[in-house]
T-cell receptor, first 115, second 113 residues
Framework: DADVTQTPRNRITKTGKRIMLECSQT?????MYWYRQDPGLGLRLIYY???????NKGEISDGYSVSRQAQAKFSLSLESAIPNQTALYFC??????????????FGPGTRLTVL | AQSVTQPDIHITVSEGASLELRCNYS??????LFWYVQSPGQGLQLLLK??????LVQGIKGFEAEFKRSQSSFNLRKPSVHWSDAAEYFC???????????FGAGTILRVKS
């Protein structure tokens, strides 16, 4: 089984709908991250969480919210989806002993299309 | 704040040829540097990382990268490219005492036979 899983893998929705993307990990890591990937822009950090009670905004958090339900689960919500949120979304996890020096382990991604 | 520039959006090389992908970073102190690869339809996989010490770093799949502080660069190299190396490659930088990575825009590698 994969260490970092994301559901759904693909989703098409309409403008204004609420969408939740889920991430689960079996690596036992404290830190979890949500990124979006757009062509030519690389990966941009949306939110990150260092433990269940520590959630932080990233570079592009507007229009998104997150929930860390447990150490192993980190969900990303789009309260009212808009077309420019069409992107590939990645969840990642890392250990915490080296700050930003820890390798991040990525899920397979969720391709979201907002019509 | 740190930043990363990957000057080449696309690179095409012939199978068996050598490869160099460029990465320039901006950060005031000693950075953590990473190269990740994303194969089509996959998540990102770590190729190699630099923290300190030897400036030539060996990674998986025959890749290596060299940290050059004077040029603020961390270029990725491979002596002989295989068709399976076709993918998108991301350079990333992290602060030694920070908590986040910043990724470059990526370089798409095409391999022609």
């Amino acid at each position: 089984d994969a260490d970092v899983t994301q559901t759904p893998r693909n989703r098409i929705t309409k403008t204004g709908k609420r969408i939740m993307l889920e991430c689960s990990q079996t690596k036992g890591h404290d830190r979890m991250y949500w990124y979006r990937q757009d062509p030519g822009l690389g990966l941009r950090l949306i939110y990150y969480s260092f433990d269940v009670k520590d959630i932080n905004k990233g570079e592009i958090s507007d229009g998104y919210s997150v929930s860390r339900q447990a150490q192993a689960k980190f969900s990303l919500s789009l309260e009212s989806a808009i077309p420019n949120q069409t992107a590939l979304y990645f969840c990642a996890t890392s250990d915490s002993d080296r700050g930003a020096g820890n390798e991040q382990f990525f899920g397979p991604g969720t391709r979201l299309t907002v019509l | 704040a740190q930043s990363v520039t990957q000057p080449d959006i696309h690179i095409t090389v012939s199978e068996g040829a050598s490869l160099e992908l460029r990465c320039n970073y901006s950060y005031g102190a000693t950075p953590y540097l990473f190269w990740y690869v994303q194969s089509p339809g996959q998540g990102l996989q770590l190729l190699l990382k630099y923290f300190s010490g030897d400036t030539l770093v060996q990674g998986i799949k025959g890749f290596e990268a060299e940290f050059k502080r004077s040029q603020s660069s961390f270029n990725l190299r491979k002596p002989s490219v295989h068709w399976s190396d076709a993918a998108e490659y991301f350079c990333a930088v992290g602060a030694e005492y920070g908590n986040k990575l910043v990724f470059g825009a990526g370089t798409i590698l095409r391999v022609k036979s």
